[in-house]
């Protein structure tokens, strides 16, 4: 079996009820994103792509953008409960199509959101739970946000961490918006890897050790900037005098990045599969496709990633890790 551990979907009631409270405006942004990835909202086309490849499992995600990002406190709740129940339906009617679901939560809202990681979890069977790289404009690091990390720890249940840019963050200062998808094909990377940072150094993976996340996008930039992130801690250290921004550090930098895991949702290309198994290790590594993003029938994905993880110079129980083992160890995942 091939585990695709960052599936993304948008159940009817859920998104219905997202577009009326998150207002006309926004409906209207993303009519043509939903007319041009159908894959998205339609279980059938869902169905005809997963019937290509018989042996792949998905685990749901609640698709972008992150809710607590375009609707009030109240309305997230609601819509959060609405989005967990209708996901925790389709695992139980499709169990040879959905492994299990990863809870959306109400990050605008701490309290509600520990609320309903419980409920998610204890009495929707849940598996995990979806966060974000940008929770209102707010750091991950937050302090209010230990409350969930502590929460998961105890669970033994990993976070799935999904970058969020958008492109109204221009990328230069005197421009409005980011042009040439510089936004999402480079700005989704380094917004991973900042959070990443904030979590490993602003004491977050300090205080609880066996936190569990899970990096999408084969860890952002990390991997391909490793040799250069311990160059730069070593310098700025020593020769500068840098004092981690008055974070106390219990291992080496480079070390704190490694407790992260990440997925092969790369869209194929071994050599950068290489480059993060080669960081990460074999036990850090979880197959993603990120589907339904790429053509209509959300097979592209599929056809290029499989390939590309059967084509790294690794052994056959490494790739029974990442296709399959290291998910079911990590989101505890019965064998079936």
């Given at each position: ?299 592209r994905v599929y056809r290029e990633t499989i390939p590309a993880v059967e084509a790294m110079p690794v052994g056959a129980a ?19």
């Amino acid at each position: 079996m091939r585990i695709d551990v960052f599936c993304h979907f948008l159940p009817p009631r859920y998104l219905q009820e997202r577009n009326r409270r998150a207002g006309s405006a926004f409906g209207t942004q993303y009519a043509k994103y939903f007319e041009a990835n159908p894959g998205l909202t339609d279980l059938d086309i869902r169905f005809r792509t997963l019937d290509q490849f018989p042996d792949v499992r998905q685990l749901l995600t609640i698709a972008g953008p992150n809710v607590e990002s375009i609707t009030a406190p109240r309305d997230t709740v609601e819509l959060a409960h609405i989005a967990n129940d209708e996901l925790a339906g389709m695992v139980a009617k499709h169990p040879d199509r959905f492994i299990a679901a990863a809870a959306c939560l109400p990050m605008n809202d701490v309290d509600a959101a520990l609320r309903e990681a419980d409920r998610a979890i204890q009495d929707l069977g849940f598996c995990g739970v979806e966060v974000f790289t940008d929770i209102c404009g707010k750091a991950v690091d937050s302090p209010e946000f230990f409350p969930l990390y502590e929460k998961m720890q105890g669970y033994d249940l990993p976070i799935l961490l999904h970058p969020r840019r958008t492109n109204t963050t221009a990328d230069y200062a005197d421009e409005a918006t980011s042009k040439f998808l510089i936004y999402t094909n480079f700005g989704w990377p380094f917004e991973t890897s900042k959070a990443m940072a904030r979590l490993a150094f602003g004491g977050v993976l300090e205080r609880f050790p066996r936190l569990k996340i899970v990096t999408h996008h084969a860890g952002g930039l990390v991997p391909f900037f490793a040799k250069r992130i311990e160059l730069s801690w070593d310098f700025n250290q020593k020769l500068m005098g840098y004092d981690h921004d008055g974070q106390t550090l219990t291992r080496p930098p480079i070390e704190s990045y490694k407790l992260f895991y990440c997925d092969t949702a790369i869209q194929g290309n071994t050599a950068a599969l290489m480059c993060a198994y080669d960081f990460f290790g074999a036990d850090h590594m979880l197959f993603a496709t990120d589907s339904p993003y790429d053509d209509e029938l959300g097979a592209r994905v599929y056809r290029e990633t499989i390939p590309a993880v059967e084509a790294m110079p690794v052994g056959a129980a490494e790739k029974e890790k990442i296709f399959e083992g290291n998910a079911r160890r990590l989101f505890r995942l019965p064998r079936g």
